[in-house]
């Protein structure tokens, strides 16, 4: 059965920062790309950030480039969003995706918020 397991949401202060992390289980982690989506109150779920299945490439959101970084460790089937500088418009449910041609799994996710 696949899992992805969300951790290290929470409440931060503006211009902090905050880990995510996505443990999976029950697939080949190292062959599939690995993403990142977050979704705010009242808006559409977005990309914020992707990693290749060997981890050799990645791609964030506009609004994250330069302030997030995507990794992930292949041997521990994990993936982690380190986010630094946060901001007020970064509050949203975080949402781990697994994704190849055939098949498409996400994580139940884990809240941030941003706030003073």
């Known amino acids: 059965q696949v899992h992805l397991v969300e951790s290290g949401g929470g409440l931060v202060q503006p211009g902090g920062s905050l880990r995510l992390s996505c443990a999976a289980s029950?697939?080949?982690?190292?062959?599939?790309?690995m993403s990142w989506y977050r979704q705010a109150p009242g808006k559409e779920r977005e990309l914020v950030a992707t990693?290749?299945?060997?981890?050799?490439?990645?791609n964030f959101a506009r609004s994250v480039k330069g302030r997030f970084t995507i990794s992930r460790d292949n041997a521990k089937n994990t993936v982690y969003l380190q986010m630094n500088s946060l901001k007020p418009d970064d509050t949203a449910v975080y949402y781990c995706n697994a994704r190849n041609p055939a098949y498409d799994y996400w994580g139940q996710g884990t809240q941030v918020t941003v706030s003073s």
């Open positions: 990693i290749t299945s060997a981890g050799g490439s990645t």
């Open positions: 029950g697939f080949t982690f190292s062959t599939y790309a």
